[in-house]
């Protein structure tokens, strides 16, 4: 995944970006193209600047997030299997204009777990692979499913995947393999478009299950729409990661 990557997590980051554009400017200075030098500086402040501010993090994030609108456990209907795709979120938090609350924190597979204790689907199918080490993503979820008691007999692991093609990919031989025809999936607001599209693309019959929305306005003391805000940028980044994953995919033929 792009920011999987040290230099692509930089570039996905506005300030980061804005950094390096105006390094950029600095060095083509030097060579007298001082036109350009501006050109740089005043894209780099602009593109810094209009992702500060909490009304285009809200804007942008909500065409992803609306798109499969969150569903309460009862709302969904049944299905073979819950397929949870690895990948967290940044700090799992509920609201991005929010400080992180280890209390209000959502992880996908809380997500996993009330639709399972919901009844919605008998097997949980974890995707992902080893990020660092020998222990996958999917192998740290099912433990911790595990020790909210869950069955071992009700997870299938898919321990390969890197990223969240290859997370539907394999996941689709394993629902093959297990005779699994119909999907509850489970990953965050943000990402659901792209996976949804990846899903279809292979073939699943898969029906979205996203966690809560995470970029809306909280309740109490919401920031100002066209001041910046520091935690619009914290939250552009997983913004601009998928509409560039919506792009890149598209590219490939992977939805």
Do not use: C
């Given at each position: 995944m792009l920011s999987d990557i040290p230099l692509s997590g930089l570039l996905l980051y506005p300030p980061g970006l804005c950094l390096i554009l105006l390094t950029a400017a600095v060095v083509v200075a030097l060579f007298s193209f001082k036109r350009f030098a501006v050109f740089l500086t005043l894209l780099a402040i602009t593109w810094v600047g209009v992702w500060s501010l909490p009304i285009t993090s809200i804007h942008f994030g909500r065409i992803l997030e609306e798109k499969?609108?969150?569903?309460?456990?009862?709302?969904?209907?049944?299905?073979?299997?819950?397929?949870?795709?690895?990948g967290n979120t940044q700090a799992n938090r509920a609201n991005w204009f929010e400080p992180y609350n280890r209390a209000t924190a959502v992880d996908r597979i809380d997500r996993a777990e009330a639709l399972y204790l919901?009844?919605?689907?008998?097997?949980?199918?974890?995707?992902?692979?080893?990020?660092?080490?020998?222990?996958?993503?999917?192998?740290?979820m099912a433990r911790l499913l595990k020790q909210?008691?869950?069955?071992?007999s009700a997870i299938i692991l898919e321990n390969e995947s890197r990223n969240t093609y290859e997370n539907l990919r394999y996941s689709e031989i394993l629902l093959r393999s297990h005779k699994l025809h119909s999907a509850l999936l489970v990953t965050s607001a943000l990402h659901m478009p792209r996976a949804q599209a990846a899903a279809e693309k292979r073939g699943i019959k898969a029906i979205p299950a996203s966690s809560a929305p995470q970029i809306v306005l909280p309740e109490e003391e919401p920031p100002a729409l066209w001041w910046p805000h520091i935690r619009s940028l914290e939250a552009s980044r997983t913004i601009i990661k998928e509409y560039l994953g919506l792009l890149g995919y598209k590219l490939r033929g992977w939805i």
């Open positions: 499969y609108p969150y569903q309460t456990p009862r709302e969904l209907p049944k299905a073979d299997v819950i397929i949870v795709l690895g919901a009844g919605r689907a008998p097997r949980i199918l974890l995707a992902g692979g080893a990020r660092e080490g020998k222990v996958s993503e999917a192998q740290g909210r008691g869950i069955p071992d």
